[in-house]
């Protein structure tokens, strides 16, 4: 069973910036894409960021310029950089990995901006 592992969250003023990690449990090359969905309080999960096998990444209009996403695969880990975080940032960041239809989840990391 594929496990995925998240770690980087917390609570950060508006303007700063967080890293988050996902930690897969087999080779990230197993998988056609991995990245991040978020889920604010009392909305849907929607995708953030994600990257695919042959390196092309993905954005929501609300993090281009500001997020950035990238893969260490010696570690079988996909990082998310999100700078200039705003409020509206605060959410449950959740890690995917998917081979085809089947999607793989963490267990989420809480992200939260306020001063």
């Known amino acids: 069973q594929v496990q995925l592992v998240e770690s980087g969250g917390g609570l950060v003023q508006p303007g700063g910036s967080l890293r988050l990690s996902c930690a897969a449990s087999?080779?990230?090359?197993?998988?056609?894409?991995l990245g991040w969905y978020s889920q604010p309080p009392g909305k849907e999960r929607e995708l953030v960021a994600s990257i695919n096998v042959g390196g092309r990444t993905r954005f929501a209009d609300s993090v281009k310029g500001r997020f950035t996403i990238s893969r260490d695969n010696a570690k079988n880990t996909v990082y998310l950089q999100m700078n200039s975080l705003k409020p509206e940032d605060t959410a449950v960041y959740y890690c995917?990995?998917?081979?085809?239809?089947?999607?793989?989840w963490g267990q989420g990391t809480q992200v939260t901006v306020s001063s």
């Open positions: 995917f990995a998917n081979i085809l239809s089947t999607y793989y």
């Open positions: 087999e080779n990230i090359f197993n998988f056609n894409s």
